[in-house]
T-cell receptor
Framework: GAVVSQHPSWVICKSGTSVKIECRSLDFQATTMFWYRQFPKQSLMLMATSNEGSKATYEQGVEKDKFLINHASLTLSTLTVTSAHPEDSSFYIC????????????FGSGTRLTVV | QKEVEQNSGPLSVPEGAIASLNCTYSDRGSQSFFWYRQYSGKSPELIMFIYSNGDKEDGRFTAQLNKASQYVSLLIRDSQPSDSATYLCAVNTAGNQFYFGTGTSLTVIP
């Protein structure tokens, strides 16, 4: 089945620095990828929809200048958390769908970000 | 109104019983519906998807869709302790946005 690789699986960074998270579709092409954030004991919250070759679509309340998304190829989308603060500490998950398939969206393994 | 709504639970069922999880959605034009299972600290994993009205069975799992009522459910037969997790309903809306419900926490009691 479709596999989505997400790296890193965890990262600790200092407040004020930037962190990049990669999401790759390993065996399929994904014109659309989604980025989610999940705080402890809460549901997944859609942050943005990443479209290959065009600007990402951000959900209301998500700062596009803080969470930079780049979807430069059909197999790679990146999320950069700029000037990270402790309140950005969360579990970030990407998902993608094989445009040729019908079996739903596959999730990456997630990235646990801790900002200290 | 949230795009996708679920009863957060927790839902507890004895081992061997049927667990019933429910979900409603707001975008009437939504075409595809998914159930995911998420263990604590892990990413969601897809259990089933359904596109057409009616029932779809896969092993111990049955997804049910009623587009007129904007309702989708998941039945888990012969529940096992390993089924204890949070179950997320997800909907692909007409605008090709993918939204999750808040999830229902299920505990299967041995």
């Amino acid at each position: 089945g479709a596999v989505v690789s997400q790296h890193p699986s965890w990262v600790i960074c200092k407040s004020g620095t930037s962190v990049k998270i990669e999401c790759r579709s390993l065996d399929f092409q994904a014109t659309t990828m989604f980025w989610y954030r999940q705080f402890p004991k809460q549901s997944l919250m859609l942050m943005a929809t990443s479209n290959e070759g065009s600007k990402a679509t951000y959900e209301q309340g998500v700062e596009k200048d803080k969470f930079l998304i780049n979807h430069a190829s059909l197999t790679l989308s990146t999320l950069t958390v700029t000037s990270a603060h402790p309140e950005d500490s969360s579990f970030y998950i990407c998902s993608a769908r094989d445009s040729q398939g019908l079996d739903g969206y596959t999730f990456g393994s997630g990235t646990r970000l801790t900002v200290v | 109104q949230k795009e996708v709504e679920q009863n957060s639970g927790p839902l507890s069922v004895p081992e061997g019983a049927i667990a019933s999880l429910n979900c409603t959605y707001s975008d009437r034009g939504s075409q595809s519906f998914f159930w995911y299972r998420q263990y604590s600290g892990k990413s969601p994993e897809l259990i089933m998807f359904i596109y057409s009205n009616g029932d779809k069975e896969d092993g111990r799992f049955t997804a049910q869709l009623n587009k007129a009522s904007q309702y989708v459910s998941l039945l888990i037969r012969d529940s096992q302790p390993s089924d204890s997790a949070t179950y997320l309903c997800a909907v692909n809306t007409a605008g090709n946005q993918f939204y999750f419900g808040t999830g229902t926490s299920l505990t299967v009691i041995p």
